[in-house]
């Protein structure tokens, strides 16, 4: 998997890292703060500073797809050969629970899903964004912005939309609710040019690019088939032992009792492999990457969708001409 300098951008996004120094202009500076694990008694807001530790999403998901296809493949937006791709990076409450659309100041979605705050009715609706795509205030960047932008349109790929859309959605619905990517914790300088964007984008990376998944998988004689199954106890003991913790595996298709393998079975999980969520707290600040591994099952929720039978679980083969090499 192709690695990442998620230092070197977020100096040039000019945020607060463990690496800026006084004086810089950039605001607080949280080198000299204590990193607080999020999600405990000291990680509140009042007692630090939230741009230095994260006291809204405390509980940070780094989250994967596994897509056997693009539907834009004509286009040329393909999928990375023997890598999944990253879907994005969360901030869900210490309980488990999430909120999205936190600022529609810096929504720049232009299919908002829901399209409420609340995902219900009687949520603040969260207009379309018509605006310019997010890649152009990339570009507009330099090398910092172009070298992430290549890097995306490599690993972080959508499926039957454009790759700009995806992460449009990603940055409006989700890094607006972390209190470490908050604008009072960029220079107003830094506002204007959207380098709010090139952090959350680059921070996500770099998160990703530590959770080798595909690798990780293979090292356990797991890979891609359209001939055999899998054990679900199998893929999460894998990742578990890589990661630290156990992630949550997301199956989508058929229920297991709805196959002719399953007739008659109890087991109604999913069949299709399609995704991983990897856990987190963090020490200080969400962009520092001192992330804690911590169980999906955290807050009491439940670790997969996906069936419990032997073999049942189908991680299938991308499509002819889906893929390339990176």
Not at 208 to 224: M, V
């Amino acid at each position: 998997m192709a690695k990442f300098n998620l230092l070197g951008l977020a100096v040039a996004a000019c945020v607060q890292t463990t690496t800026v120094l006084a004086g810089s202009g950039c605001g607080p500076n949280c080198h000299l703060a204590k990193p607080e694990l999020s999600c405990s008694a000291a990680a509140q807001p009042g007692l630090v500073d939230s741009c230095c530790v994260e006291t809204f999403g405390g509980l940070v998901l780094s989250t994967q797809f596994w897509d056997t296809y693009t539907g834009l493949e004509s286009e040329g937006q393909l999928l990375p050969e023997n890598s999944w791709t990253l879907h994005g990076l969360w901030p869900d409450f210490c309980n488990g629970s999430w909120t999205q659309y936190c600022d529609l100041n810096r929504q720049y979605d232009p299919h908002p899903s829901p399209n409420t705050t609340t995902g219900t009715a009687g949520g603040t609706p969260v207009p379309p964004y018509a605006g310019p795509t997010v890649d152009t205030f990339l570009t507009a960047l330099g090398k910092p912005g172009r070298t992430l932008l290549a890097w995306m349109n490599n690993f972080w790929i959508a499926q039957n939309q454009p790759n700009t859309e995806l992460w449009a959605h990603e940055y409006s619905k989700h890094a607006t609710c972390f209190s470490t990517f908050a604008p009072s914790c960029f220079t107003a300088s830094a506002l204007k040019k959207h380098k709010d964007l090139l952090t959350y984008f680059s921070v996500a990376a770099e998160y990703f690019n530590r959770l080798p998944t595909y690798d990780w998988l293979a090292a356990k004689a797991i890979k891609p088939s359209n001939s055999t199954g899998y054990a679900l106890s199998a893929i999460q003991s894998a990742l578990a032992a890589r990661h630290g913790a156990t992630p949550y595996i997301g199956c989508s298709g058929p229920r297991y009792n709805e196959t002719a393998a399953g007739k008659g079975s109890l087991d109604n999980g999913r069949t299709v492999f399609t995704e991983v969520w990897y856990y987190y707290h963090v020490y200080g600040q969400v962009q520092a990457g001192k992330g804690k591994p911590v169980e999906a099952d955290i807050t009491g929720g439940s670790t997969s969708s996906c069936a419990k039978a032997d073999k049942a679980v189908w991680y299938y083969e991308r499509a002819p001409g889906a893929e390339r090499r990176v």
